[in-house]
């Protein structure tokens, strides 16, 4: 096996087995950082080691037996060995179990357990929104800080701090490594978890920023984080909400961007290039929602929503009046203007472009609105469709200012010049 090979072969393994690693040696030290230095020595071992010895039959209970001989050194070394010491006292001299033993007999337990209790801590509330996400992708996606940098198109200096910092506030205020009870925490906490996985798919879906409209391997970073999470919790409907909105709108992405990596709106894409294993996926995930008794909960809304597309053959048969219905119900769980936005498309396809205007109107006061492009871009279309044509064309053109998509900047500007030579376009932005 060359060097390469090695090294690939490695990456892949990481990215699969590092998630349970790090939270079975977190479980057992107390402290993420401490956990995912542990695991980084097992990775380096493996980076010197297998491009001469090859990679192992089971690699990763490799690293796994490699974590826990480093975590046994750094408990016999110092202050973990005297804490270790403290917590088990006479219990273990009774058992005459040495806290080594202990150590690499707990490592081989409750791996689910350990990742959903990673999911909560990465997720925990006491940290900022963009340190959930980088530490999420850094200890459960098995991404390295460069890759979490390019993927948010950010400095990796900045994403190195963010980790950093994050990992001091968890151990600073004493985030115990656990599942929260049932009750108001635990809705709390994977209301936090749930949010987190969303972000960064969006993030894949949708870019903010940079030449590329999607990033799909952010999308199955957060749809594997989602699966391995439902599998975890299978009777909270929230969790196979996100699933079912997660695996629909992957469904898309082949189909989403052209041959030179232009966006394609969802009225204009080709239906027969969706990936209908995961539509079936999805709609299975609702069935799972709807069994549970949850089908009213934001993730399972939207899912909701997504279906009503995935299931029409044609942009036509779409059905919008369910759409308008379905938002309706979003709109008064959440209160967002963004899903009031969304609301207001659905009405424009339901019952016309002057119904979904009045909504729009409504909605450009709005303060959290201000910079949000896509305010602009779709009033803009509502215009064009009304025959308003130069008030479409200045929408577009704003909209395109605000964006820091490239891609969508110049679809943006496509339309504007479109409505300048008086094109009209019969189908929403809808994406």
């Not at 349970?20 to 080691?49: F, H, P, S």
Request: proline share 5%; aromatic share 4%; net charge negative.
């Amino acid at each position: 096996m060359t060097t390469h090979d090695a090294h690939r072969a490695i990456e892949a393994v990481w990215r699969i087995e590092s998630a349970k690693l790090i939270a079975g040696l977190t479980r057992m030290t107390g402290d993420v950082g401490t956990a995912e230095d542990l695991a980084q020595d097992a990775l380096v071992a493996a980076l010197e080691r297998w491009p001469e010895s090859g990679v192992p039959d089971n690699p990763g209970a490799w690293l796994m037996a490699t974590a826990k001989h480093r975590a046994i050194d750094t408990l016999r070394r110092g202050k973990l060995l005297e804490r270790k010491h403290a917590e088990l006292g006479h219990e273990l001299e009774a058992r005459q179990v040495s806290p080594e033993r202990e150590l690499q007999a707990a490592l081989d337990d409750h791996v689910g357990d350990d990742l959903l209790s990673l999911m909560f801590t990465a997720c925990h509330p006491v940290l900022s929104t963009e340190a959930r996400t980088a530490l999420t992708l850094r200890l459960l996606g098995g991404l390295t800080t460069d890759e979490i940098a390019r993927a948010f198109l950010v400095p990796k200096a900045t994403i190195a701090q963010r980790i950093v910092r994050a990992k001091r506030t968890l151990a600073a205020a004493r985030v115990p490594f656990e599942v929260p009870p049932p009750g108001a925490e635990l809705v709390a906490r994977l209301s936090s978890v749930l949010e987190v996985i969303y972000l960064v798919f969006n993030e894949g879906y949708s870019a903010t920023a940079g030449d590329d409209w999607m990033r799909p391997a952010l999308c199955e970073d957060a749809l594997r984080l989602g699966r391995i999470l439902a599998e975890l919790v299978p009777q909270e409907p929230e969790v196979h909400g996100l699933v079912a909105l997660m695996e629909i709108q992957s469904s898309r992405a082949g189909a989403r961007v052209g041959p030179s990596g232009e966006p394609i709106l969802l009225l204009d894409q080709d239906r027969g290039r969706w990936d209908h294993l995961l539509i079936r996926r999805g709609l299975a995930a609702l069935e799972r929602v709807a069994a549970l008794g949850g089908g009213y909960g934001p993730y399972a809304l939207q899912a909701a929503i997504a279906a009503c597309h995935a299931r029409a053959r044609t942009p036509e048969e779409t059905d919008w009046t369910r759409i308008v219905a379905l938002y309706d119900a979003l709109a008064q769980l959440l209160h967002s203007p963004v899903v009031e936005l969304n609301r207001a498309v659905a009405l424009g396809m339901a019952f016309g472009p002057a119904a979904g205007l009045e909504v729009v109107d409504t909605l450009m006061s709005e303060p959290s609105l201000e910079e949000y492009h896509l305010l602009p871009a779709v009033r803009g279309d509502l215009l064009d469709k009304l025959g308003r044509s130069g008030e479409a064309r200045a929408e577009f053109e704003r909209a395109a200012s605000l964006t820091r998509n490239a891609r969508e900047r110049t679809l943006l500007l496509e339309r504007a010049a479109a409505c300048a030579r008086g094109r009209r376009n019969p189908r929403p932005g809808v994406t």
